[in-house]
């Protein structure tokens, strides 16, 4: 995909410095070296220095200077957050084959970290690429990037790697620590990463003033005869048949701790309560009023089964019983047979949810816990666990494509319920303290971005089909809500509930969805991108209306504008 639109950049991407030597290109966003590219072919998504808290938290970071060398550039930069504190220089340079970033690091202030270093970022077409591993020692492994997401990591012990990717036949050879392969796609990372520092040593580990780190990542690049990949040609749209039996998924959202504002138009909410926190009460009671007469997803974090216990005594009070309910493990964030076991049996009227709370990551990793229970799964999604960039949220929406792909075959026919699906991670599963177990989760400016309507959009095109029951999008009120927009995108979907998909394809960098409406095909068109996009002749096309309000013309070429979402109204 293109660049995305300019409201979901954050402040850093909106400035790149380009970098061009010789055959060799790239764009310098913030401190990230991103889409390196050798003769026009993308070899890496990024290389970029990264500082990683106890918690797994990445310190945010800032370039305070760039100077220009016979070779490539300097970028001076300091990473900062509660405690942390990290100066460092990174330079890039590069040859007629060679390209090379080293970073010098200096710690200023003491603290805990889990990893220090560089990593290197793969785009996810190298996916089944034959992949050879230089280990320390010398020896080597043949194997190849996954197919598959990759549950744990697909290399190990790394001192460089070879690979082939668009007729380019690459080198990565790294100094300055031991490196270790992960399968970023878990968490829609548009992505594998190799990075510094494996998992099997000790995390995490005290930093003093005055320690150094040096690292260095080199690639080497032979171009063959294969040409550069294409995007395949103009986006066109074209209908095909009803998908009798895929359905368009209910749409719901989170239930919010705010109850001022304008609602979700979504069909119904999704409500997680921890009997160990405060207000948990008030939360259950405020999403119970909230949904009305929508149904309530009522979900249960616990560390035990007796815990559940007060929960499901003020679930039996209730007049009017919740739609479903689930139970998950307060550390490991998994619905484990016992605690499925319990909730059926307390509350035996209430269909059980299973599967996990956190990202697919963890029902990636967890499929042999999960494999007796046979009923609904859900797992959740953040397209920015580890990367804010606007970049990286467009990205994520063709990955979200490969998850619900390995989501539907660890299901193995079970239906599934994704989300909550929210621009920032509700609580981090990986942290390894009370203050990173119980942090608030944060809001993304981006909430209200007009071009959030065209993400959503292309979201559910990406994730809806055979088995997706629903799809649980932001929360019901409050600044991690949709508005403007993104809002009226949803309420599209919401309104699309339940009748059988259409076979739509339309060509990148457009997505669509569309359904089957008697003598007429409603169909949503996406453009996640910086730029308009055109288009031809629709026949049949009744009506075009863009989720900003904009009514457009439908007698020849349509224009779906940067960032837009487009509802469109085609006869059969």
Known sequence: MTTAPRDLLTPLEREPIAFAAGPWSAEIRGGEVDDIRFRGRLVARSIRFVVRDADWGTVPRSVVGVDTTDHGLVLHGHS??????????????????????RVDASIESPFDRNRIGLVLLHPTGVAGSSLRVIHPDGTETATEFPVAIAPHQPA??????????????????????????????????????????????????????????????????????????????????RLGATLTGQTMPRITALASSVHTGTPSPAAGLVVEVDPQRPGWRELLAGARADAGERPLDVRIVVGAAAELAPVVAVLTEWSVPPASVAAFDRVDHVATPDLLDALAVAVPVVPVLGGVRAHFTELNREQARIASWRGPLTFSMTPTMHDLSGHQLVEALDVQRDVVRDARSIADGRPLRIGPITLRARFNAVATSEAGLAAEPATDDRQGADSLAAWVVASVAALAGDGVESLCYFEERGPRAASGAAAVALGWLVALEGRDLVDVSIGEPLAAIGVDAGDEIVVLVANPTDTDVALPAIPGLRSAVDARGATLETGGELSVGAGAAVSLVVAR
């Not at 620590?177 to 998992?199: C, G, H």
Request: contains cysteine; proline residues 5%; glycine residues 10%.
């Open 80 to 101: 900062a957050g509660d405690g942390p504190e990290v100066a460092w220089r990174l330079e890039i340079g590069a040859g007629d084959t060679v390209f090379e970033a």
């Open 156 to 237: 190990h012990d790394i001192a460089a790697l070879e690979w082939s990717t668009q007729g380019v036949a690459a080198r990565a050879v790294f100094a300055g620590d031991v490196f270790e392969m992960e399968d970023q796609r878990n968490w829609t990372d548009a992505s594998f990463k190799t990075y510094s520092t494996p998992l099997s040593r000790p995390f995490p580990v005290a930093v003093r003033v005055g320690e150094t780190i040096s690292q260095s990542i080199r690639l080497e690049c032979r171009a063959g005869d294969e040409g550069a990949t294409t995007d395949g040609g103009r986006p066109a749209l």
